[in-house]
């Protein structure tokens, strides 16, 4: 049995470790879905899947509060499936294996899964909890936010019958986020015929050991991007060592900042010693540009078999122009809200191979105009390549209210409980408060949550101190929402 078991409060981290059971990367929701829907079974909550896909549930009020709004709880089902280099979990079938740390819950070498199952986990918390009081709480759980917010998008309107939007996703206690950023995935692709390969020798440079990170939380925080870091050395290996591009394999998720990169090049034998020794003074920059943030830099190179064919000499120099001039990181930072992003592009995934190309970048903004405006920028530097872009997976962004109803009750009652002020904040993550917004745009909104660290990634961890004062401020909160 898992240790979590053994935590407090019980029922969310039952719930919790059931829900680590049940393989659920972005793009395979049938599992958690059936999962959810048995448990809404067990317990006896109404419960149904949308046409969207998402989980939607229904609990009735506690006899006397039958006068109260209505809530909404809201959480995704997905998690990202990254992992270490050397950890063979399959996400697809394997359980997640959780350890306890100094205070903090991991999985082994994979992402937990906190992101968002945590939320998930205090839903059916609050679901199953027949000692609660409360008036109608409704659920939504929804799919494969994380690579799109699809399944919010496809929601239909008019099924939900809710006041106040309680959104489960935020990863900082104490804190209580009433704005988000907007978003849209930049995809830039390219075909082209293949040349034979006519040089002698042909070498892997890989890039690796990067912390990575959410790139909309972690993107201000100045950590390296691989495919970033990797194009300053192919650029250079091309220019001095008259070396040839056969394949960049950077990156794996489009809201992951890339931890690792690799290329194939062919080159004359007679240069292989002088780009071994380039390899080698670029590890060294790295490091000391990235010093206190990258402590774990690996870059090395190794020989391979040559490759038969390459990028064309004039394709291969246009494409490693564009992702060097391409913009990577924060643009702006919010002016009345100057400690937070306002707008930023992540370079998310990059894959070349001798006949195509394949450019993916998530831009953030929590201005319209400004994501806009990043949008047409990358857009052009792409265009100078040959390329063509397409737009998908926009989602808006969600301006604050600073007079919310729900935020000043959970204001009120976090000080109660904790003997401090909340922080209001408003956040560069995309939240799915917006898209539901759009499509009820009378609820109340805020997002809080426990304390979470470094999702996106394999050091994902889970505060264990947090938890249990989320779920006291959200019982009570529930019992204290106010008469309709």
């Given at each position: 049995?898992?240790?979590?078991?053994?935590?407090?409060?019980?029922?969310?981290w039952?719930?919790?470790?059931?829900?680590?059971?049940?393989?659920?990367?972005?793009?395979?929701?049938?599992?958690?879905?059936?999962?959810?829907?048995?448990?809404?079974?067990?317990?006896?909550?109404?419960?149904?899947?949308?046409?969207?896909?998402?989980?939607v549930?229904?609990?009735?009020?506690?006899?006397?509060?039958?006068?109260?709004?209505?809530?909404?709880?809201?959480?995704?089902?997905?998690?990202?499936?990254?992992k270490?280099?050397?950890?063979?979990?399959?996400?697809?079938?394997?359980?997640?294996?959780?350890?306890?740390?100094?205070?903090?819950?991991?999985?082994?070498?994979?992402?937990?899964?906190?992101?968002?199952?945590?939320?998930?986990?205090?839903?059916?918390?609050?679901m199953?909890?027949?000692?609660?009081?409360?008036?109608?709480?409704?659920?939504?759980?929804?799919?494969?936010?994380?690579?799109?917010?699809?399944?919010?998008?496809?929601?239909p309107?008019?099924?939900?019958?809710?006041?106040?939007?309680?959104?489960?996703?935020?990863?900082?206690?104490?804190?209580?986020?009433?704005?988000?950023?907007?978003?849209?995935?930049?995809?830039?692709?390219?075909?082209?015929k293949?040349?034979?390969?006519?040089?002698?020798?042909?070498?892997?440079?890989?890039l690796?050991?990067?912390?990575?990170?959410?790139?909309?939380?972690?993107?201000?925080?100045?950590?390296?991007?691989?495919?970033?870091?990797?194009?300053?050395?192919?650029?250079?290996?091309?220019?001095?060592?008259?070396?040839?591009?056969?394949?960049?394999?950077?990156?794996?998720?489009?809201?992951?900042?890339?931890?690792?990169?690799?290329?194939?090049?062919?080159?004359?034998?007679?240069k292989?010693?002088?780009?071994?020794?380039?390899?080698?003074?670029?590890?060294?920059?790295?490091?000391?540009?990235?010093?206190?943030?990258?402590?774990?830099?690996?870059?090395?190179?190794?020989?391979?078999?040559?490759?038969?064919?390459?990028?064309?000499v004039?394709?291969?120099?246009?494409?490693?122009?564009?992702?060097?001039?391409?913009?990577?990181?924060?643009?702006?930072?919010?002016?009345s809200?100057?400690?937070?992003?306002?707008?930023?592009?992540?370079?998310?995934?990059?894959?070349?191979?001798?006949?195509?190309?394949?450019?993916?970048?998530?831009?953030?903004?929590?201005?319209?105009?400004?994501r806009?405006?990043?949008?047409?920028?990358?857009?052009?530097?792409?265009?100078?390549?040959?390329?063509?872009?397409?737009?998908?997976?926009?989602?808006?962004?969600?301006?604050?209210?600073?007079?919310?109803?729900?935020?000043?009750?959970?204001?009120?009652?976090?000080?109660?409980?904790?003997?401090?002020?909340?922080?209001v904040?408003?956040?560069?993550?995309?939240?799915?408060?917006?898209?539901?917004?759009?499509?009820?745009p009378?609820?109340?909104?805020?997002?809080?949550?426990?304390?979470?660290?470094?999702?996106?990634?394999a050091?994902?961890?889970?505060?264990?101190?947090?938890?249990e004062?989320?779920?006291?401020?959200?019982?009570?909160?529930?019992?204290?929402?106010?008469?309709?």
């Amino acid at each position: 049995m898992s240790e979590i078991r053994n935590l407090k409060p019980e029922g969310l981290w039952r719930n919790f470790d059931d829900l680590t059971q049940v393989p659920r990367p972005s793009g395979l929701p049938e599992k958690v879905q059936q999962f959810l829907l048995d448990f809404a079974k067990r317990v006896g909550v109404e419960s149904y899947i949308n046409a969207g896909g998402n989980v939607v549930m229904r609990k009735p009020a506690t006899p006397g509060y039958e006068n109260r709004k209505t809530v909404l709880l809201q959480a995704h089902m997905d998690m990202v499936p990254q992992k270490a280099p050397d950890s063979n979990h399959n996400f697809e079938t394997d359980p997640i294996v959780t350890h306890i740390v100094d205070g903090w819950v991991y999985a082994n070498n994979t992402t937990l899964g906190a992101d968002d199952g945590i939320g998930v986990a205090a839903i059916m918390a609050v679901m199953e909890d027949k000692t609660l009081k409360h008036g109608v709480v409704e659920a939504l759980i929804t799919r494969d936010e994380e690579t799109g917010m699809y399944g919010v998008n496809e929601m239909p309107s008019g099924e939900l019958h809710s006041d106040i939007l309680m959104n489960l996703d935020s990863e900082t206690w104490g804190k209580f986020v009433i704005g988000s950023a907007g978003g849209v995935d930049i995809t830039s692709t390219l075909e082209y015929k293949e040349v034979e390969n006519d040089q002698e020798a042909a070498v892997k440079v890989t890039l690796k050991g990067l912390r990575g990170g959410h790139s909309g939380l972690e993107i201000n925080e100045g950590r390296a991007n691989a495919n970033k870091e990797m194009v300053r050395f192919v650029r250079n290996a091309v220019t001095e060592l008259c070396a040839r591009l056969a394949s960049w394999e950077g990156g794996n998720m489009r809201n992951a900042i890339p931890f690792k990169a690799e290329v194939v090049l062919a080159l004359p034998q007679s240069k292989v010693a002088a780009l071994k020794d380039m390899v080698a003074r670029q590890k060294a920059l790295l490091e000391d540009e990235f010093k206190g943030i990258e402590p774990n830099v690996e870059f090395f190179v190794e020989d391979v078999e040559k490759p038969a064919n390459l990028v064309p000499v004039d394709i291969q120099d246009n494409l490693i122009d564009a992702i060097y001039a391409c913009h990577n990181g924060v643009l702006r930072m919010i002016p009345s809200y100057p400690n937070v992003v306002e707008t930023s592009s992540n370079l998310a995934i990059i894959h070349i191979e001798p006949t195509k190309a394949s450019i993916m970048i998530l831009a953030r903004s929590s201005r319209e105009d400004m994501r806009d405006y990043i949008s047409a920028q990358l857009e052009s530097c792409f265009n100078m390549a040959g390329m063509k872009t397409v737009f998908s997976g926009q989602y808006g962004g969600w301006d604050p209210n600073p007079e919310s109803e729900i935020l000043n009750l959970l204001k009120k009652v976090y000080k109660e409980q904790n003997g401090e002020e909340g922080i209001v904040q408003v956040d560069h993550a995309g939240l799915e408060c917006s898209v539901i917004l759009g499509k009820y745009p009378g609820m109340d909104v805020v997002s809080l949550g426990p304390t979470l660290r470094s999702p996106h990634t394999a050091k994902e961890r889970l505060e264990i101190a947090t938890v249990e004062p989320f779920w006291k401020l959200l019982v009570q909160t529930l019992e204290e929402i106010p008469v309709k």
